[in-house]
């Protein structure tokens, strides 16, 4: 629903900068892009996608894998890191997993003190 987050997105902008609104704009329309051109909405690919988009698909599949959903149980962070691993030049952009790779014990440590409350 990239769209919604655009048209909910666009009423602040009179009281918002206007970098941070299109920064949140480009995260709300191109986290689903993959950078092999696969994703949605508009199946950009590589450089295409804007950067913080880029930089928000990894941190929204790594935390949708390490939180527990009604769904599904929380991944272990090592099963996690080797999805996001294997996704590195299809899914997601190869230098931002390399990047990811060598933070994990940050990334570990953050996602620890935000865990949700059962």
Same mark, same amino acid.
């Given at each position: 629903?990239?769209?919604?987050?655009?048209?909910? @997105?666009?009423?602040? &902008?009179?009281? *918002? #900068? *206007?970098?941070?609104? $299109? =920064?949140?704009?480009? @995260?709300?329309?191109?986290?689903? $892009?993959?950078?092999?051109?696969?994703?949605?909405?508009?199946?950009?690919?590589? &450089? &295409?996608?804007? *950067?913080?988009?880029?930089?928000?698909?990894?941190?929204?599949?790594?935390?949708? *894998?390490? #939180?527990?959903?009604?769904?599904?149980?929380?991944?272990?962070? $090592?099963?996690?890191?080797?999805?996001? #691993?294997?996704?590195?030049? =299809?899914?997601?952009?190869?230098?931002?997993?390399?990047?990811?790779?060598?933070?994990?014990?940050?990334?570990?440590?953050?996602?620890?003190?935000?865990?949700?409350?059962?």
């Amino acid at each position: 629903m990239p769209g919604a987050a655009n048209a909910a @997105i666009q009423p602040q &902008e009179a009281t *918002l #900068s *206007l970098d941070f609104l $299109e =920064t949140a704009q480009q @995260i709300a329309g191109g986290h689903h $892009e993959k950078w092999d051109g696969t994703g949605y909405p508009k199946g950009l690919k590589g &450089e &295409e996608i804007p *950067l913080p988009a880029r930089l928000m698909a990894i941190a929204d599949v790594f935390d949708a *894998l390490i #939180s527990r959903r009604h769904y599904k149980d929380a991944f272990p962070i $090592e099963r996690t890191v080797q999805i996001i #691993s294997d996704g590195r030049g =299809t899914h997601f952009d190869p230098d931002i997993v390399d990047a990811f790779l060598a933070h994990i014990p940050d990334f570990t440590a953050i996602a620890g003190r935000y865990v949700d409350a059962d």
